[in-house]
């Protein structure tokens, strides 16, 4: 990237994302300066653009092939059925049965990305006798990987690696059950589908939009700066519904969020909380 200082990057940063977000409505300005930049950096070496920074802001105002391009690479993806098995776990064995007394269940998977947490959890639901009675609600900001994760279709090369972390997550079934395989594509049984509502919905902008038992957001904290957190956990706290649990990722914390008093642990290692005010 064509610049002369750290602060000059920062503020040609900045500029960008202030004017993409006027002109498209895609909020990044709040998105941490180091993350941030580091994937600007990426999409214009793969893409060889060597205008710089004012450069690329000129070629995404112009071509909205380019700018859909770049949020599909900005905007991070990277997931897996089941991540983190103790996580699912806990879930299994910590929260469902807390939650097993109310006759409709909302969860809110912000920040699903291609859907695969989505379907964990649905899997899951089912196994412990719920999902007849729950809505998923799975949003992302990037409307090509919601289009995806709609159609329930995954790799079947990762199904094995997949299977591994179900059965640490306490599976109890076999996990080709959920499945049927197709033309090295796993397609997921329709009848989780039936209880997901995928939609858009952007953390930076977007607000509350229902009562939730339980929100998932993991590993999204962390792309974000300290301000846009403590926004985005508001939200989450406003969208909760009394004793309602939020689930974060590993790295991610509440420690400075203005709510921090508001959630008891329910597992400090797994990142689950518990709404209590």
């Known amino acids: ?93 910590n929260v469902l049965p807390r939650l097993a007394s109310y006759p409709l269940l909302k969860f809110w998977v912000a920040g699903c990305s291609t859907g695969e947490e989505v379907y964990s959890l649905a899997i899951m639901l089912k196994e412990e006798g719920l999902l007849d009675r729950s809505l998923i609600y799975a949003t992302d900001l990037n409307p090509k990987v919601i289009h995806n994760a709609k159609k329930g279709i995954f790799s079947l090369e990762l199904m094995r690696d997949y299977t591994a972390n179900y059965m640490a997550a306490g599976g109890k079934n076999a996990f080709s059950d959920y499945y049927i395989a197709k033309y090295g594509s796993a397609l ?44 985005v956990i508001k939200l989450f706290y406003e969208s909760l519904g009394n004793f309602g649990y939020l689930a974060l990722g590993s790295r991610e914390s509440l420690l400075f969020s203005d709510h921090r008093l508001d959630f008891r642990e329910t597992d400090r290692k797994q990142k689950i909380f518990k709404r209590i005010k």
């Open 1 to 93: 990237m064509m610049v002369e200082t750290l602060e000059n990057e920062k503020e040609s940063l900045a500029q960008m994302m202030a004017i993409l977000y006027r002109h498209y409505g895609f909020d990044f300005r709040n998105y941490a300066p180091s993350s941030a930049g580091r994937r600007v950096k990426y999409f214009m070496k793969t893409h060889q653009l060597e205008d710089g920074v004012s450069g690329l802001t000129k070629l995404l105002l112009s071509d909205e092939e380019v700018f859909a391009q770049f949020v599909q690479e900005f905007t991070v993806n990277v997931t897996e059925m089941f991540r983190d098995p103790k996580f699912f776990l806990s879930l299994r064995e």
């Open 188 to 231: 997921f049984d329709k009848s989780l589908q039936k209880h997901m509502v995928f939609s858009t919905h952007n953390l930076a902008t977007d607000g509350s939009f229902n009562e939730f038992q339980m929100i998932m957001c993991r590993n999204v904290l962390i792309y974000f700066n300290q301000t846009l957190q403590n926004k």
